[in-house]
């Protein structure tokens, strides 16, 4: 499973911008309209969901300035105005491999390079993080149970430090960790045998190991059971992490990494996919109603643990700690997922419009913590409209 996405050693010059203009988006007026968005209106957005259309590749930049103007949203948590030729590190949540259909183990290879690269962190700011693959997290990863793993790490060039990889997945001593530290330029392999079908996580384990966590350096790695998961119509990767910087929270220019608020654990940012708007403006997800959706949901941490939660939305089956062999819990509102952690939910959208993907813990939501679900589709006032003082469906507002 050589995994490949063409950004993986672009490091790419920073805009000599480290004052950018505030666009007319005033910190305070951020705040405030990102918790009008999160909490408030979640209505359907059909402009914005037109809008994008990812098929793999990410959009241009010059394609995203360019819907800035037609999505309140964009101006919210625009993607990077003032550093247009920064490289982007978030990962997209529709880029899961499709399932197995094999029904005998086979020998399947993992290729993994440690990346740290200067990307931006929020509209106004960029961070030297550091990756799998030059996405955050890194590849998902999809194998079968029985399967004879051989999962190389490469540690690039341009590295200012060693790494490595500890995959969950993994029966033997540190994950892979010991025998995969590698120093800037070296590659190591291991091969190991997979005992366990479940959703897990995988994170790189130099010390200080947190810190390798929170600039960036987790995904996942799916084990299918012999008989493979239910087919579903989409499924997405979803994980959440924490940025530790010495400067508050929407400070503007390049922020630097904080060793103490680490240790204490007062992170100031708290991200889906990497950086602020990751989920929002880069990659929302998308789907059509009627379609059941699955996500793969990881907390990367490296130690908030995520009241999982999509508003408006019902998981109708869950996998609780990412156990396939268990049976799901079906009917739940949120799910708790600590850090290293993963769960599995799966639902179904009865009705178009907007969702959003949130930690219910909302102060989180405060410091980037958000995603947008967008769900085309007929409207469906049987299940849910706007009445009016007499009790006639009040019409979707139509863009
Ligand atoms: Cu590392």
Same mark, same amino acid.
């Given at each position: 499973?050589?995994?490949?996405?063409?950004?993986?050693?672009?490091?790419?010059?920073?805009?000599?911008?480290?004052?950018?203009?505030?666009?007319?988006?005033?910190?305070?007026?951020?705040?405030?309209?990102?918790?009008?968005?999160?909490?408030?209106?979640?209505?359907?957005?059909?402009?914005?969901?037109?809008?994008?259309?990812?098929?793999?590749?990410?959009?241009?930049?010059?394609?995203?300035?360019?819907?800035?103007?037609?999505?309140?949203?964009?101006?919210?948590?625009?993607?990077?105005?003032?550093?247009?030729?920064?490289?982007?590190?978030?990962?997209?949540?529709?880029?899961?491999?499709?399932?197995?259909?094999?029904?005998?183990?086979?020998?399947?290879?993992?290729?993994?390079?440690?990346?740290?690269?200067?990307?931006?962190?929020?509209?106004?700011?960029?961070?030297?993080?550091?990756?799998?693959?030059?996405?955050?997290?890194?590849?998902?990863?999809?194998?079968?149970?029985?399967?004879?793993?051989?999962?190389?790490?490469?540690?690039?060039?341009?590295?200012?430090?060693?790494?490595?990889?500890?995959?969950?997945?993994?029966?033997?001593?540190?994950?892979?960790?010991?025998?995969?530290?590698?120093?800037?330029?070296?590659?190591?392999?291991?091969?190991?045998?997979?005992?366990?079908?479940?959703?897990?996580?995988?994170?790189?384990?130099?010390?200080?190991?947190?810190?390798?966590?929170?600039?960036?350096?987790?995904?996942?790695? $799916?084990?299918?059971? #012999?008989? +493979? @998961?239910?087919?579903?119509?989409?499924?997405?990767?979803?994980?959440?992490? =924490? /940025?530790? %910087?010495?400067?508050?929270?929407?400070?503007?220019?390049?922020?630097?990494?904080?060793?103490?608020?680490?240790?204490?654990?007062?992170?100031?940012?708290?991200?889906?996919?990497?950086?602020?708007?990751?989920?929002?403006?880069?990659?929302?997800?998308?789907?059509?109603?009627?379609?059941?959706?699955?996500?793969?949901?990881?907390?990367?941490?490296?130690?908030?643990?995520?009241?999982?939660?999509?508003?408006?939305?019902?998981?109708?089956?869950?996998?609780?700690?990412?156990?396939?062999?268990?049976?799901?819990?079906?009917?739940?509102?949120?799910?708790?997922?600590?850090?290293?952690?993963?769960?599995?939910?799966?639902?179904?959208?009865?009705?178009?419009?907007?969702?959003?993907?949130?930690?219910?813990? $909302?102060?989180?939501? #405060?410091? +980037? @913590?958000?995603?947008?679900?967008?769900?085309?589709?007929?409207?469906?006032? =049987? /299940?849910? %409209?706007?009445?009016?003082?007499?009790?006639?469906?009040?019409?979707?507002?139509?863009?």
């Amino acid at each position: 499973m050589s995994q490949q996405d063409g950004r993986s050693s672009s490091n790419l010059p920073m805009s000599e911008a480290s004052e950018p203009d505030q666009a007319g988006v005033s910190r305070r007026s951020l705040l405030m309209g990102s918790a009008g968005l999160t909490l408030g209106g979640v209505l359907g957005a059909p402009a914005a969901f037109a809008q994008h259309t990812h098929g793999g590749a990410a959009p241009t930049l010059h394609s995203q300035e360019a819907e800035a103007s037609a999505s309140l949203s964009n101006r919210l948590y625009s993607v990077n105005p003032v550093h247009p030729n920064m490289a982007d590190i978030a990962e997209n949540p529709a880029n899961v491999p499709p399932p197995i259909t094999r029904r005998e183990p086979a020998t399947v290879r993992i290729e993994l390079e440690a990346i740290e690269i200067e990307a931006h962190l929020d509209y106004n700011s960029v961070y030297r993080f550091w990756t799998f693959n030059g996405t955050i997290p890194g590849p998902f990863q999809r194998i079968r149970v029985g399967d004879t793993v051989e999962v190389t790490l490469k540690n690039n060039e341009e590295s200012w430090y060693p790494h490595n990889v500890d995959l969950h997945a993994v029966t033997g001593p540190g994950g892979g960790a010991e025998v995969t530290t590698v120093a800037p330029g070296e590659t190591k392999r291991f091969r190991f045998r997979a005992l366990n079908p479940g959703l897990y996580t995988y994170h790189c384990a130099v010390p200080p190991v947190a810190l390798h966590i929170a600039n960036g350096m987790y995904g996942m790695i $799916l084990v299918e059971p #012999e008989e +493979g @998961l239910t087919p579903v119509d989409r499924e997405f990767y979803v994980m959440q992490g =924490e /940025i530790y %910087t010495e400067e508050p929270f929407g400070t503007a220019g390049t922020l630097t990494e904080s060793y103490d608020k680490l240790v204490e654990e007062r992170a100031e940012y708290v991200v889906f996919n990497g950086h602020v708007g990751a989920l929002t403006e880069h990659y929302p997800l998308q789907a059509r109603v009627g379609e059941t959706i699955r996500i793969f949901f990881g907390v990367g941490g490296p130690n908030y643990t995520s009241s999982f939660h999509v508003i408006g939305e019902i998981f109708d089956r869950v996998y609780l700690e990412g156990s396939v062999s268990s049976p799901p819990l079906e009917n739940v509102q949120m799910i708790k997922v600590g850090p290293g952690g993963s769960g599995i939910v799966e639902f179904t959208c009865e009705v178009p419009g907007r969702y959003v993907l949130v930690d219910h813990a $909302l102060s989180r939501a #405060e410091r +980037g @913590l958000a995603g947008y679900l967008f769900v085309e589709g007929e409207p469906n006032p =049987e /299940i849910f %409209t706007a009445i009016d003082a007499d009790g006639n469906p009040i019409a979707p507002i139509e863009d």
